[in-house]
């Protein structure tokens, strides 16, 4: 009901200065919103940007100058060692039976994998769908290389909850192989859809678990594969992988701020992180969450708004193979923790709102739920419990409100970590609506009178 | 809440027989759906199936052989008088001044337009964005060409509204360039893109104005004329449009059926309509919406249900020039509109669902609430007060109980009656949870222990 209310009050052909400073920062990010115009650059200037690349260090460059000429304040980097992975040539073929020579078997090594040996290696393959196959394959899975082959489950609503289900295969299955006597891990690309995209993703390894090379294979190519084996055929498939682990260097974070002319001590982030995966562009992960966060203090800017809070955008970097910028942020601001009221995470793409999600409870949860109410008009219609994310995460764990932008998920896996995350896979209009959506819950709680209480912490032995 | 805790019960890898039938039905669509299968042949069979056309008699014929082939029943074809209106060739270009000869000028004649004179006709350009200042020209329209230039205003949260404020320049755009004198009317199209595809649509003639000439021109088009006019100087366009109007010839609405196993003279309709612009494949418009309403009776017989009232499948004809199909059918149906307990339309593409409109009121709208608040984990979450569409228009003037799915429309007049309207437009997944929360919503009504009450009808004068 609020909805058609505000959807009526809307009908002015333009916000009159009168409108709330929330409506009016949507209908400017709408009507002549930067943020696609930002990820254009973005994905221009550094399309491949991992951590430790020059892709990488090119990107911060451009958002601290993106940032410093739309007259931000503070704008800076902030170290952060990180590591530096290579990914270098692939290959994988079928070299028995010779029917199934040629088979196209598109692949992506899982970052963090060690190299194979020089001239590759050759190992029957076997195909699994659980660990639990695996491990009752027993002597036979050694020097065999697995594929984990479990499709994410396409009934589940929400394709977010189907990708948690499946993606152990990606990140636990080079050490349940190794485990195994495997000498090799593939693993069925974390994807809904069914095309030669192979998406890679993190692996960990563990201490005292052989490191062997693992790569994502796309879904058609696993299909491809079970249809080969059919009937119980075996196959033996060759994998080349020259990827090289190149130590530590510097990366940054990126930050930029607008000072509250009221409380300047209390914060409101905003942010995504900078670092991609080194194929496609990064335009969904997370380019679409930078310039969300840079556009949200460039909207309240170019209003002339100053907010009550400090207004401040965060660019992680390293989210995707190891998280250190979130560490990093975390321990270089521990001083300033207790005035964080709140850190907004967007990492889900640019797609149109959906809601929020938030680990906030009792009256500031209630808080937060109003300012969401009034964001329904623009899609963004639930605000639910949960958490903020992988770079809020441990602003979380020290006791801060956390908030995770979500968007329509139905598209998402198709882009995520593939050569198809790209320009063109994201909609201008649904990327203002996000950020327009992002910036106005950003300005709300800024402009609180009273800060969020923080989040009671669940009893102990519940999380 | 509710969400959440479906999304928790979501979490078996497939639901079990014990699940309720409107969730199986959903997740049959999302695991092994049809839709998007069946959208991909009717767009190879026929893309082009204006009212008319060969194309609509293929697509009928098509419709006709899937219903059969899914073992649905009294799949029938019901004549509707229609009429014959085809495009021909069109040009538009810039005679003088000699600087802006040649520039791009792509445009789509408006269904139903008059041709011009077979040489075309040569006549001054007048910029406006109101009919308000069309009038304000006076003698200055006189024999010029008028190009109705009012943008979709993209502040507004709902394109549909956006759309409501600017398409009168479509509609009625040549009888008031005619009032006003002119020689031909062209309208920017109706999109919120700034692109290369004019968008066509109908256009109304009045009985005692001269009917002239009209075409819609791209966006960008429109752009390069009001460059190209800056500064006061004087363009001359040439239009050729060689539209013809051929009569009426006889189409069909094409219907199928699950008969109620109690209640068979109660009766659930869900549609769309068959008929589509001659341009692009009308795969949103409203390929979508027909391949939802086939889906949803073939999902409810692959399942094994039959419910407590018939299920009826309408593809309405001639809903883009004419709405001849909406009042055949309510025509030939006036004996059955008293067992009419919902009729649900689909026509605003195949994005993913966002809710559901209604006319109905009181304790029909609260069970309706009801039934929609289960479907809120697959997106669609709220049901708002509002009508059904055009094509269950003259039902919901008979009193009938109408309902209308809304989906998404960030996207939606990128595509709408242009080029653009093809199979690529539309995301499989989102199709399927379309046509999943359409049939779970169509099942769950025809279920009702009790028929909704019909709605209450407003005030007099308040309509």
């Given at each position: 009901m609020l909805g058609l209310i505000l959807t009526v009050l809307l009908g002015a052909a333009q916000a009159s200065l009168s409108a709330p400073a929330s409506q009016r920062l949507v209908e400017a990010s709408?009507?002549?919103?930067?943020?696609?115009?930002?990820?254009?650059?973005?994905?221009?200037?550094?399309?491949?940007?991992?951590?430790g690349s020059a892709g990488l260090t090119r990107a911060e460059d451009w958002a601290v100058a993106w940032l410093r000429d739309r007259g931000l304040e503070n704008v800076r980097k902030e170290p952060v060692r990180v590591p530096r992975w290579v990914r270098g040539p692939a290959r994988l073929a079928v070299a028995s039976p010779a029917s199934a020579q040629g088979t196209?078997?598109?692949?992506?090594?899982?970052?963090g994998s060690v190299a194979t040996p020089p001239a590759g290696l050759r190992a029957p393959l076997v195909i699994v769908t659980s660990f639990e196959e695996l491990r009752g394959l027993g002597e036979r899975a050694r020097g065999t290389i697995v594929l984990f082959n479990r499709p994410m489950d396409p009934t589940l609503a929400d394709p977010f909850a189907a990708y948690g289900a499946a993606v152990e295969q990606r990140s636990r299955g080079a050490v349940e192989a190794a485990r195994a006597g495997a000498v090799a891990a593939l693993v069925r690309?974390?994807?809904l859809a069914l095309d030669d995209h192979p998406h890679t993703g993190a692996?960990?390894?563990?201490?005292?678990?052989?490191?062997?090379?693992?790569?994502a294979i796309s879904t058609r190519a696993a299909a491809r594969l079970v249809e080969a084996a059919r009937g119980g055929a075996r196959l033996e498939l060759e994998l080349q992988l020259e990827c090289r682990?190149?130590?530590?260097?510097?990366?940054?974070?990126v930050i930029a701020e607008i000072t509250g002319r009221e409380r300047p001590g209390e914060i409101v982030v905003v942010g995504g992180h900078l670092d991609?995966?080194?194929?496609?562009q990064g335009a969904h992960d997370d380019g679409a969450g930078c310039v969300q966060a840079m556009e949200t203090l460039r909207l309240v800017h170019s209003l002339g708004l100053r907010p009550r809070r400090t207004l401040r955008c965060v660019l992680w970097t390293n989210e995707e193979n190891g998280l250190r910028g979130a560490v990093a942020y975390k321990d270089a601001h521990e001083s300033e923790l207790a005035g964080h009221v709140l850190a907004i995470e967007s990492d889900?793409?640019?797609?149109?709102?959906?809601g929020f999600e938030t680990n906030a409870t009792g009256a500031a949860f209630q808080t937060l739920e109003g300012i969401v109410r009034q964001l329904a008009p623009y899609g963004a219609a639930f605000l639910r419990p949960g958490s903020g994310g992988a770079d809020t995460g441990p602003l979380e764990r020290a006791g801060t409100n956390v908030m995770q932008f979500v968007p329509d998920a139905a598209r998402y896996f198709d882009y995520h970590h593939c050569g198809r995350d790209t320009l063109d896979a994201v909609h201008p209009r649904e990327l203002a609506l996000s950020a327009g959506v992002i910036a106005a819950l950003a300005w709300?709680?800024?402009?609180?009178e009273l800060p969020l209480a923080r989040p009671e912490l669940p009893a102990a032995g519940s999380r």
């Open positions: 709408l009507r002549e919103g930067r943020a696609f115009e930002a990820l254009t650059e973005l994905c221009h200037v550094a399309p491949h940007r991992l951590a196209y078997l598109p692949l992506l090594a899982l970052g690309s974390m994807t692996l960990r390894y563990e201490p005292d678990v052989p490191r062997i090379p693992a790569a682990d190149e130590g530590e260097v510097e990366a940054h974070n991609a995966w080194d194929v496609g889900r793409g640019g797609f149109a709102p959906r709300s709680v800024a402009e609180l």
